[in-house]
């Protein structure tokens, strides 16, 4: 009996991350074709898919209310993922998805690929990062990694000028 509800549960939890990353993706694949679609159709299909995020957040509140409790956990790490999705802390779907992973790792890895962007525009007209490494550094803090003093201190130096979740 016991192992056909942790079943049950992992089949539920499998159900429920799928879900999570079926609507990252299409925040993803909205801010990639961005420059194709006209500015009301943009805002439309991003309002629909903030929609849905705010009723799965919806459906996890109800599910852990009265829920599992092996899945509290599950369930409230998805619940930050979608907070931070419709709340815009995080901008950048993939930034979205890999915080939803707990993928520190990932996110470092990013962080340093725009670091050499910035390098190689800033060379040619000046550009700035900022508000993506605002992003991945927030990302990061809330995973609870382990930050540098430098990227503290951007932080710092950065609140609320760019990750309203901050």
């Given at each position: 009996m016991a192992s056909r509800g942790q079943t049950e549960t992992s089949k539920l939890k499998q159900s429920l991350e799928e879900q999570l990353e079926r609507l990252m993706a299409q925040l993803s694949d909205?801010?990639?074709c961005r420059a194709?679609?006209?500015q009301e159709e943009y805002d439309e299909t991003k309002s629909e898919t903030l929609d849905q995020l705010r009723e799965f957040n919806q459906s996890l509140e109800n599910d852990t209310a009265r829920g599992d409790m092996t899945l509290v956990d599950e369930l409230n790490n998805m619940q930050l993922t979608i907070q931070a999705a419709i709340s815009d802390a995080f901008r950048t779907p993939e930034v979205i998805r890999m915080f939803a992973k707990k993928q520190p790792d990932q996110l470092r890895e990013r962080l340093a690929q725009l670091r050499a962007?910035?390098?190689d525009?800033?060379?040619e007209r000046g550009a700035t990062c900022a508000p993506q490494k605002l992003e991945i550094l927030t990302a990061l803090k809330k995973l609870k990694a382990s930050l540098l003093p430098e990227e503290e201190l951007f932080l710092e130096t950065h609140a609320g000028k760019g990750a309203p979740g901050l």
């Open positions: 909205l801010e990639e194709e679609l006209d962007r910035r390098q525009r800033q060379a």
